[in-house]
């Protein structure tokens, strides 16, 4: 089955750095990637998700990238705001066809943006 | 428009007692998902629903899981003789029809004492 790997498990950046958390995915029949940030407590928010069919995608001050004969993908955000301290989770499902999609999470970062 | 729901928001339950744990999903969608997430780890996909369907089980840990979504809308999710490790916060999501966008509901912390 799928097993998807992420690193840095924490990270902290100054505000105004940029970060980047990066995913690995092992089943090549993944064709989906959402990422999803975490507040405490909080339900998990989908922020920005790819389909296999882009190398790129980008909104506001977060882009993703997906690399698929390498079987990986990275969150990027740029100008980093205290409040994008959070959890982040990558996760990979089978989003086409017959496939139900369920996801499978990475361990997730733990995102610190220090003022 | 309302997003998902849950209830309750926490619970506890002594071990041995049984739990039910119910999900309101996004008005129309077809697809319904369970997971599991233990203190300081990403979701663990449960069970999946495809309207009143159960067409996938093959996430809950044991037979002292049960799931049902009986008219296609609200799902349940019972456990069964509570354990220690069954301590987590469970999520549903849904998402209008198979893969794709799933949106969270805000999870019940489940503590078996």
């Known amino acids: 089955g799928e097993n998807v790997e992420q690193h840095p498990s924490t990270l902290s950046v100054q505000e105004g750095d940029s970060a980047v958390i990066k995913c690995t995915y092992s089943?090549?029949?993944?064709?989906?990637f959402p990422w999803y940030k975490q507040e405490l407590g909080k339900r998990p928010q989908l922020i920005i998700d790819?389909?296999?069919?882009?190398g790129e995608k980008k909104d506001q001050r977060i882009a993703v990238t997906l690399n698929k004969t390498a079987k990986h993908f990275s969150l990027h955000i740029t100008e980093t705001q205290p409040e994008d301290s959070a959890v982040y989770f990558c996760?990979?499902?089978?989003?086409?066809?017959?496939?139900?999609?369920?996801?499978?999470f990475g361990k997730g970062t733990k995102l610190s943006v220090k003022p | 428009g309302a997003g998902v729901s849950q209830s309750p928001r926490y619970k506890v339950a002594k071990r041995g007692q049984d739990v039910a744990l119910r999900c309101d999903p996004i008005?129309?969608?077809?697809?319904l998902f369970w997971y599991q997430q233990a203190l300081g780890q990403g979701p663990e996909f449960l069970t999946y629903?495809?309207?009143?369907?159960?067409?996938?089980k093959s996430g809950l840990p044991s037979d002292r899981f049960f799931a049902e979504r009986p008219e296609g809308s609200v799902s349940t999710l019972k456990i069964q003789r509570t354990q220690q490790e069954d301590s987590a916060v469970y999520l549903c999501?849904?998402?209008?029809?198979?893969?794709?966008?799933?949106?969270f509901g805000p999870g019940t912390r489940l503590t078996v004492t």
């Open positions: 999501a849904s998402s209008p029809l198979g893969p794709g966008e799933q949106y």
């Open positions: 089943d090549s029949a993944s064709n989906y």
């Open positions: 790819i389909r296999s069919n882009v």
């Open positions: 996760a990979a499902s089978e989003g086409y066809g017959g496939s139900q999609g369920n996801l499978i």
């Open positions: 008005s129309g969608h077809v697809s």
């Open positions: 629903f495809q309207n009143e369907a159960q067409l996938d």
